[in-house]
């Protein structure tokens, strides 16, 4: 019933910006945090950024001063702002939320930063 569907995803060069987008559909009840997840060919999935329903954020380190994440007024969209995007950051990017008892997530969207 409940339906993630992410976007934004592309081919950017290094030092490029991208904006990763997450629309949810059906019933979420209380949603807790929303966040993005991403993974790498022969990598584990990681924790790239997350946002709270308090509004508090965490991010990776490695992209902390880099990506911004953000709820709009819409209760059921994240965005991911990437900035100053650098070839170690492809990978497929996942969007999560967390109910207060239920987990969902996309089926992810490619980035690539790449010349």
């Known amino acids: 019933q409940v339906q993630l569907a992410e976007s934004g995803g592309g081919l950017v060069q290094p030092g490029g910006s991208l904006r990763l987008s997450c629309a949810a559909s059906?019933?979420?009840?209380?949603?807790?945090?929303m966040g993005w997840y991403r993974q790498a060919p022969g990598k584990e999935r990681e924790l790239v950024a997350v946002?709270?329903?308090?509004?508090?954020?965490n991010y990776a380190a490695s992209v902390k001063g880099r990506f911004t994440i953000s709820r709009p007024n819409a209760k059921n969209t994240v965005y991911l702002q990437m900035n100053s995007l650098k070839p170690e950051d492809t990978a497929v990017y996942y969007c999560?939320?967390?109910?207060?008892?239920?987990?969902?997530w996309g089926k992810g969207t490619l980035v690539n930063v790449s010349s």
């Open positions: 059906g019933n979420i009840f209380r949603i807790a945090r």
């Open positions: 946002i709270w329903s308090s509004g508090g954020t």
């Open positions: 999560n939320i967390h109910g207060n008892v239920m987990e969902y």
